[in-house]
């Protein structure tokens, strides 16, 4: 009697779950994959925050050609391997039509030379590593976010601005602090051919805890100017130990190049330093536009803070893949694709352009100097400087992607 | 000259710090023969609480760094008695595999009531800015660290070798059924060695709050640190987690300085010429 119960509720948990399968052919998936857990995980976070207004707002107002936008979630845990079975995961077995996401450049690197087995495109909205649309590009996948050649393009148009010659940098101990510099310091020398990069860097450690022989060592080297690309935890960190240190009251120029991320703000709050260069991928307030403002109110109706970059750019994709079909009049991965490129999207991040040649969009660097405003609980960007994407953007010939 | 007193001081205060929750470690591993892997997780636990106390409950940071560890050991107590108290007499492997389990647990569990964001706790108003020592300026807060270290690990030594408590507990240690024979209670003695281990892992975590970020997964690290600690100092030995922490902010203050980019792996160096040398570790019994 018992077994038969068993067998009827199994039977009955199945018919629902197929019936469930069956009305869900309406709509169209979307996967995603972004650190979930340990120490970034407030990064994944805010990209879900991104994805979810942006899938409600569309289903709201009729979806994508009639189709509803459903979307899945699957951590990258930072590790490449993980992440490229998620992939595998969300195309084999939940079928999905498109993917997105990634965090860390060192997974994106693992990753993007596997998406042309799953035939599906691939929109990254976060690793900044310049490789993916550069030397691993390839025919699947996009990135609608800042890489680090733009970023540090404009923050070498600021320094030549400041004037001072002897630089040197604090940054992350992998590819992302060492490109972040390779790439700042190569653009500034051919700004100004005077510049003298420090032969001595510092680059401690990912998640080093501790930055106070570090930042010791900066203010005994004399510097004219700091580059720092530290970023999350670490930036605050950093800040932290620094104001302690009297670092901030040195005199140098500090530029640092993912210093206006709100949730580093928020963290920080006064402890933040006045009057110092940071940049974002997006800043919330850099934009009056329509597209901006409903985003800006939407987030924080929805979460109670300001939109951090991540949320932006994850937000970004799925309008950019709505406008893809829409243009395509088609669900085929090959026509979405021919629709991404050269595809104008409005972002609240205001207009980009999904290059052909290399996939990497031609979006605008936001830069600004840290100021208290009475009316936020976090330093803001006073004033703010936008760098358009055309002046910050290598050519597709500099980026080194061939994607024959 | 100024650089050597400021690789000194920053070597004291990265070490000092390691000490106290190392200590909590060792004498766990030492007394109880478990090596806690959740160890970093209830010190991220000991400044999330303190956080908590004086965010929401505007405590004052001093009542909070008493209130938050004391908290912490509570919670370690519980675990004693209903999880670790079944697996003693099992392989060491157990022990591994549940402290394990408990880190993922915590870890989790602190994620879901503090959320993924990052947070920081202010100074008391008292230890805020910097004092001048031979013409280095550094904040007055890690001097704080520094003296409290220095108070803990001088209170730890008196109680283990000068008092009852101290002579029960290492009875307890070195031989549980004979003391259990002479009416020591053995498995509440255990319970509280757990419960103080846990209490010097969150105390840690509470002072490291005012200087450092909160966000998940904050003890990942420093149980990786404690754990060289302990192999270079000696597993179960407390003068060992003392020499063996200042070995390692030695590491870190000097190497972070003049040796940067062998900063990474100068630890695991360290860690491996003491196990070639001295495979029981540089104060540990063979």
């Known amino acids: 009697m018992l077994r038969k119960l068993l067998v009827m509720t199994i039977v009955s948990v199945m018919a629902i779950g197929v019936s469930l399968n069956a009305r869900a052919e309406g709509t169209v998936k979307i996967g995603a994959i972004y650190l979930l857990s340990g120490a970034f995980s407030t990064y994944g976070q805010f990209a879900k925050n991104g994805i979810e207004l942006a899938a409600d707002e569309i289903n709201a107002s009729g979806g994508i050609l009639g189709k509803k936008i459903e979307f899945l979630l699957e951590d990258s845990t930072g590790k490449a391997n993980v992440a490229i079975q998620a992939a595998r995961k969300l195309v084999y077995q939940d079928n999905v039509d498109l993917l997105m996401g990634l965090d860390s450049s060192g997974v994106a690197k693992g990753l993007v030379p596997v998406v042309p087995e799953l035939k599906k495109p691939f929109i990254i909205t976060h690793a900044a590593t310049p490789d993916v649309t550069g030397s691993l590009c390839n025919k699947y996948v996009f990135r609608i976010a800042l890489n680090i050649s733009q970023n540090t393009k404009a923050a070498a148009l600021i320094a030549k601005e400041l004037g001072v010659k002897k630089w040197t940098t604090i940054g992350p101990d992998y590819d992302f602090g060492h490109q972040s510099w390779e790439f700042f310091g190569g653009y500034l020398k051919q700004l100004d051919p005077e510049v003298v990069l420090s032969a001595d860097p510092s680059f401690p450690k990912f998640k080093a805890e501790d930055f106070t022989p570090i930042i010791n060592k900066v203010i005994a080297d004399k510097p004219e100017g700091v580059f720092i690309s530290l970023w999350g935890g670490d930036l605050i960190n950093f800040i932290r130990q620094a104001n302690n240190l009297g670092f901030f009251k040195q005199n140098f120029k500090i530029l640092m190049s993912l210093g206006a991320a709100t949730e580093v703000l928020t963290a920080l709050g006064d402890q933040m330093p006045e009057g110092i260069w940071v940049g974002t991928r997006y800043w919330f307030a850099a934009n009056d536009t329509p597209t901006n403002n409903n985003f800006v109110a939407a987030y924080k109706k929805r979460f109670g803070d300001y939109p951090s970059y991540n949320s932006q750019g994850a937000y970004a994709a799925v309008y950019a893949y709505k406008a893809a079909i829409e243009k395509a009049k088609s669900f085929e991965p090959d026509k979405i694709i021919a629709a991404l490129e050269n595809l104008t999207v409005d972002t609240p991040s205001g207009e980009l352009l999904i290059r052909a040649e290399d996939h990497q969009a031609v979006v605008n660097g936001n830069w600004g100097i840290t100021k208290a405003d009475a009316n936020y609980p976090i330093r803001i960007l006073d004033p703010i400087r936008i760098f358009p994407g055309k002046d910050i953007t290598p050519t597709p010939a500099e980026s080194g992607c061939n994607m024959k | 000259m100024t650089a050597f007193v400021a690789a000194l001081l920053n070597s004291f205060d990265i070490g000092i710090l390691l000490f106290i929750i190392a200590s909590g470690l060792t004498i766990v591993f030492g007394v109880l023969g478990i090596l806690n892997f959740a160890h970093g997780a209830l010190y991220m636990t000991g400044a999330y609480l303190l956080l908590t106390l004086m965010r929401t409950l505007e405590i004052p940071f001093w009542m909070g760094l008493l209130l938050a560890p004391l908290g912490v050991a509570m919670l370690a107590v519980a675990i004693e ?72 690990g001088v209170a730890v030594w008196l109680l283990f070798h000068r008092t009852r408590i101290g002579k029960t507990v290492r009875a307890a240690a070195l031989d549980p059924e004979m003391a259990q024979a002479v009416g020591i209670n053995v498995p509440l003695v255990l319970t509280l060695v757990f419960g103080f281990g846990a209490w010097l892992a969150a105390l840690g975590g509470a002072l490291a709050a005012p200087m450092r970020t909160l966000g998940p997964a904050m003890g990942d690290t420093i149980i990786i640190e404690s754990f060289i600690v302990v192999v270079i100092g000696g597993l179960g030995s407390f003068p060992g987690a003392l020499l063996g922490a200042l070995i390692l902010g030695g590491i870190h203050g000097f190497g972070g300085r003049w040796l940067a980019e062998w900063n990474i792996v100068l630890p695991y160096i360290g860690m491996a010429l003491v196990l070639l040398w001295r495979p029981e570790g540089l104060m540990g019994r063979r």
């Open chain 2, 81 to 152: 008695r209903f999880l670790l108290r079944r697996i003693y007499h099992r392989h060491p492997s157990f022990g591994l595999l549940l402290t394990f389990a408990l880190l993922l647990i915590i870890d989790d569990t602190v994620r879901l009531i503090w959320g993924s964001g990052y947070h920081i706790v202010e100074p008391p108003p008292a230890l805020r800015g910097a004092m001048s020592l031979f013409g280095v300026t550094y904040p007055l807060y890690s001097f704080f660290t520094i003296a409290m270290g220095i108070l803990i």
